[in-house]
């Protein structure tokens, strides 16, 4: 196989003055077989304006009404022609190598259905946080169920795979859709990966936990476990792990929670949930970091 034409679709909300640094780097490619989809999920501000120039470039402009990220993100798969699916965050870099790394994955691995690359965290000045770049194992299908280590920017998904199993369109999910989507693909394909970096997270203020809203945030866990289990596949393939999964809600909830400093009876309620739902969360790392944030 050769000549792979990629689609990356730029979900955006309101993200103006991000949006054009995004772009940009994806721009930027050593690879230069692919198409950039911005799917502006009915955006209020000025993106529309500031995508003209983009557009002039070749970039592709997809303007609907707001109904979440799912859905912008299913829309930009139907529209796109490439062979493979990058969904990148309209608030984020990619490196130079980010296509050219897929394309030789690609090639050494005979059209894998779904795989991962490398990414680390920056703050918008550029200075390195972190790295995830250590990932082991044949396969990602087991780590995933611990905990979603993907970024989104770093999955390329086969197109005739991701309009099989679109994203869910359930805006109270909204922000664990994508997770919810690797454990589904995860109970029927192995979830391949490269540990080469090739984009960044870019955590800024918009991203802060600290103006998290309590019932979404609850809501979207019960959504999650909801429709995980909802799907024939997953929850064959999960059923063992079912008290785990609610357990590690509980315990996601408590830590956003403790984390706000505003909601101490409630931290305390859902990790005692948590408890009772698995004993053995004592031993995970986010149940006393829960418990250290609000005393």
């Not at 991962?116 to 995933?144: A, C, I, M, Q």
Request: glycine share 4%; proline share 3%; aromatic share 12%.
């Amino acid at each position: 196989m050769s000549n792979i034409f990629f689609s990356i679709i730029v979900p955006t909300y309101n993200r103006a003055n991000l949006l054009p640094k995004t772009i940009e780097s994806l721009l930027n490619q050593s690879y230069k077989n692919f198409e950039i989809i911005v799917v502006d999920d009915g955006s209020t501000d000025n993106t529309e304006e500031v995508m003209k120039p983009w557009v002039e470039k070749g970039v592709i402009y997809h303007k609907k009404k707001n109904e979440e990220r799912a859905v912008a993100r299913n829309t930009g798969a139907k529209l796109a022609k490439g062979e493979y699916i990058n969904f990148f965050d309209s608030d984020d870099w990619a490196y130079p190598n980010h296509l050219e790394t897929a394309y030789q994955f690609i090639e050494k691995n005979h059209q894998p259905e779904i795989f991962h690359l490398g990414y680390d965290y920056k703050t918008p000045e550029g200075v390195l946080e972190r790295k995830v770049d250590n990932l082991s194992g044949d396969s990602l299908n087991e780590r995933l169920i611990k905990g979603n280590i993907l970024s989104c920017n770093g999955v390329f998904i086969r197109k005739d795979i991701i309009l099989k199993h679109p994203f869910v369109e359930d805006r109270i999910l909204s922000a664990s859709e994508d997770y919810e989507l690797w454990l589904r693909l995860a109970a029927i394909y192995p979830i391949r990966y490269d540990n080469t970096i090739t984009s960044t997270i870019i955590n800024h203020d918009a991203r802060s936990v600290l103006s998290i809203n309590k019932d979404k945030l609850i809501a979207r866990q019960e959504a999650f476990l909801k429709h995980l289990f909802a799907d024939n596949t997953s929850n064959q393939k999960y059923h063992s792990f079912k008290s785990f999964f609610k357990s590690e809600a509980y315990t996601y909830i408590a830590l956003h929670l403790a984390i706000t400093k505003k909601h101490r009876t409630e931290v305390l309620q859902y990790l005692l949930k948590a408890f009772f739902t698995k004993p053995s969360v004592l031993t995970r790392r986010r149940f006393w970091a829960s418990l250290k944030n609000i005393f």
